[in-house]
């Protein structure tokens, strides 16, 4: 019988031990119980797991159980090559080890003691196998009352079995849980798409701005050319984008779209390209980024104006290579993606500013459409309008027949800062304000629409006429709708009720400038 307790006891505490690994299932649960009740057991003054990261093949502490709780925290930022000290050795050759004084064996790896203040004398050390090979080692230093016996070593490294399988055991179960939260994910990711299928007629136009758009669009669905979409937030491109890939040979294969300008640099790269397991602080296994999300299918590079100069380079190379490389991998991959930007910057003038780089830029930019903003196709306001009447009608229970010709004259007149996105809010807000059956009046638009100071006329300073007021008016008025209109006769007519060559008449005779 050696010093300590009975076999008796041990086998009765490996008994209870393993009860308790049976009914803990997350690591973050099981790892504590673990070192405390071995440590206990063998009546030792310090117990570690040492866990293997392949990646970097180092070993590390996740969890130590010290006589101080000044030395524990130390221990969370040790980690050493995975071949080194007396526990790199137990990893490699898959032995356990008894060492009674560790200052005679030349393995012994001092920097540990001197990062943790520790005074290591004897140690116990043993693999933590599974079926899948070792993952790490358990280790014991110091015997509270003599020394480490052989026992006392056969008894530990019948325990790291129970121990590794316990381990094995919970991150499986981590795997399922992080699977099962991918699967639900993949899940409403599909939901969204279905959904978004369904709102291509959103995209709506009658002039010749959107006419201008359709056509672009037409000639870019079949082929895997490279689309930049240029235009004002809120004037539908992510819409436009959705639609170029389901409406062509793409459109079976998945729709990813990321917005560039709402992460930072280094999570951004870790989302489009992955990672590798080990490759950062929280990269606990590998991961697929979005361009391999994408795979066969299209991403949606929103806001692409926002890259730094750092990952400009990496989308440059994808776009160059048809490769992408995980964060700390060597190995490149191979990626078929269609690549749609956006952008509501002037990149041109960023690439002569030297802030955006020209190659990248001539890359994204093979086929660029620009989205008009809603002020230069105020034709389509109606259609519009009437659209997001019916549908916010049907969001909210209402029946609302429609809007008033004297609350459309504001909306028309309206510059719209925040194109289609904003006009669908207004309209929104205006169905829940209005009576059920009754149709949108101007008393349920908001104030800053009634009141925006967008068509202001000047009045006749000097007495004149009624006649002489009225031209003096007119001519005010229809130059302010030719200015709204960036000199475009033709939506301006529609805004006057007119036809295009009376419009026409009406700018020679009051000498207006047609910019």
């Known amino acids: 019988m050696n010093d300590g307790v009975s076999s008796v006891a041990k086998l009765s505490l490996l008994f209870e031990l393993s009860r308790a690994f049976s009914a803990l299932i997350t690591l973050d649960e099981l790892l504590p119980c673990i070192i405390a009740q071995t440590k206990g057991v063998l009546q030792a003054e310090s117990c570690a797991l040492l866990l293997l990261d392949e990646a970097r093949q180092e070993l590390y502490f996740p969890v130590t159980s010290d006589m101080s709780s000044e030395i524990e925290t130390r221990f969370k930022d040790i980690r050493f090559p995975a071949d080194k000290g007396i526990a790199g050795w ?211 590079l929103d806001e692409v104006g926002e890259t730094t100069a750092a990952m400009q380079v990496k989308l440059l190379r994808v776009l160059q290579e048809g490769e992408i490389r995980r964060l700390g991998e060597t190995q490149p991959r191979r990626v078929d993606v269609r690549v749609i930007s956006a952008t509501n910057q002037d990149l041109q003038e960023k690439v002569r500013q030297k802030r955006f780089r020209e190659d990248l830029y001539y890359r994204i930019s093979v086929f660029p459409i620009r989205v008009p903003p809603l002020h230069e196709r105020r034709e389509d306001l109606p259609v519009l309008v009437a659209h997001f009447v019916r549908r916010s009608s049907d969001k909210l229970g209402k029946h609302i027949p429609g809007i008033t010709s004297q609350a459309l004259e504001p909306l028309m007149h309206y510059p719209w800062p925040g194109n289609v996105r904003e006009l669908e809010n207004e309209i929104e807000r205006a169905v829940a304000l209005t009576p059920d059956g009754s149709p949108i009046t101007p008393e349920y638009l908001s104030e800053r629409i009634l009141r925006h100071p967008s068509l202001r006329v000047a009045l006749p300073t000097e007495a004149s006429s009624l006649r002489q007021a009225r031209l003096a008016f007119e001519r005010e008025y229809v130059g302010e709708l030719l200015r709204q209109n960036q000199g475009n006769a033709v939506r301006t007519a529609k805004v006057l009720g007119i036809s295009r060559q009376m419009l026409q008449q009406k700018i020679k005779a009051y000498g207006l400038r047609v910019q």
């Open 90 to 300: 137990v990893l490699q050759q898959m032995k356990a080890m008894r060492v009674a004084d560790v200052s005679q064996d030349a393995r012994f790896y001092p920097e540990v003691d001197r990062q943790t203040g520790m005074h290591t004398r004897g140690l116990l050390c043993a693999p933590l196998r599974t079926r899948h090979g070792v993952i790490g080692v358990i280790e014991l230093r110091n015997k509270v009352l003599g020394t480490f016996t052989e026992e006392d070593l056969r008894f530990l490294d019948a325990l790291a079995g129970s121990i590794a399988i316990a381990i094995d055991n919970a991150r499986f179960y981590q795997q399922v849980r992080q699977s099962e939260a991918r699967l639900q994910e993949e899940v409403a990711t599909l939901q969204r798409e279905m959904a978004h299928r369904q709102q291509f007629e959103e995209i709506m136009g009658t002039g010749p701005a959107m006419a201008r758009v359709f056509s672009l669009m037409d000639s870019a669905i079949p082929s895997p050319i490279t689309v930049l979409l240029e235009g004002e937030t809120g004037t539908g491109k992510e819409l436009i984008a959705r639609a170029i890939h389901y409406h062509g040979p793409r459109k079976d294969r998945p729709f990813v779209a990321v917005n560039c300008g709402a992460l930072p640099d280094t999570l951004l790269e870790s989302e489009l390209f992955g990672h590798k397991k080990g490759a950062f602080t929280g990269a606990v296994q590998d991961k697929a980024g979005l361009f391999e999300a994408a795979h066969g299918g299209t991403i949606f």
